[in-house]
């Protein structure tokens, strides 16, 4: 008998085979600094054709969705790995309160770079956070060494809008402002960037209440203080 797991990657890769284009996988190799090989396909066509793909599947128990997210992260080609946090944003509502401890994580990790990681964090982290309680593996996360666990700690509130708990938010990015490591700033920078449309003046509080220089993070910031002051 044929495994949830086994069908979901069985149709996703007929499904993608089919649109190999050499000339896009070459271009997307190249832009994404060879972190892995390409088909060739678009996001927007990449959606498509996992929508049909799996139109007829069952809904997965939360083990078997996590598990099969996991399956498609080990393809080759970066398309699966979209593939991976696109079938998690699909049945996001299967995943239990252990999802981010006993699979999130370890897709945060595997082949990481910042597209797949922010791809994550809008299909899990941040909607999987909103349900359940998750401050302490987001504590376990920021006060990790792995910098692409900081950078989903960081963005886990992302499009909670006026339920952002900004204190909270706040607190991440203290630990880390001294922390110049690139996508590690950039993460800090769109956070405040983001509280900024939200309550500007606590941005400007936060900024002055660190004066030392954190050029990518205080850019960002100060792109969301002023576009919210317009």
């Not at 086994?6 to 649109?19: L, S």
């Not at 049909?52 to 970066?78: I, N, V």
């Not at 897709?107 to 299909?123: E, H, N």
């Not at 990790?144 to 509130?157: D, E, F, T, V, Y």
Request: net charge neutral; charged share 30%; hydrophobic share 40%.
């Amino acid at each position: 008998m044929t495994t949830w797991k086994q069908e979901v990657v069985a149709v996703t890769e007929k499904a993608f085979r089919n649109q190999e284009n050499s000339e896009k996988a070459e271009g997307a190799f190249a832009y994404m600094k060879g972190i892995a090989p390409f088909i060739g396909i678009s996001a927007p066509d990449r959606r498509l054709l996992t929508k049909g793909a799996w139109k007829d599947l069952p809904t997965p128990s939360s083990d078997e969705l996590g598990t099969t997210a996991l399956a498609l992260m080990q393809c080759r080609e970066r398309e699966f790995h979209y593939a991976a946090f696109d079938l998690v944003d699909t049945w996001i509502k299967c995943a239990d309160e252990y999802f981010l401890a006993e699979y999130v994580e370890q897709l945060l990790i595997t082949k990481p770079w910042w597209d797949t990681v922010d791809g994550l964090v809008s299909a899990a982290v941040s909607p999987l956070c909103f349900r359940y309680d998750a401050t302490s593996i987001i504590d376990e996360w920021s006060e990790s060494n792995n910098r692409w666990l900081i950078r989903a700690a960081i963005g886990h509130q992302r499009s909670w809008r006026k339920n952002t708990d900004i204190e909270r938010v706040f607190e991440i990015c203290d630990r880390h402002w001294s922390n110049d490591e690139f996508f590690i700033a950039k993460a800090i920078g769109w956070a405040l960037r983001d509280i900024a449309k939200l309550d500007r003046k606590s941005v400007q509080r936060f900024l002055k209440q660190h004066p030392q220089k954190n050029t990518v993070a205080t850019r960002e910031a100060l792109r969301g203080i002023n576009a919210s002051a317009r």
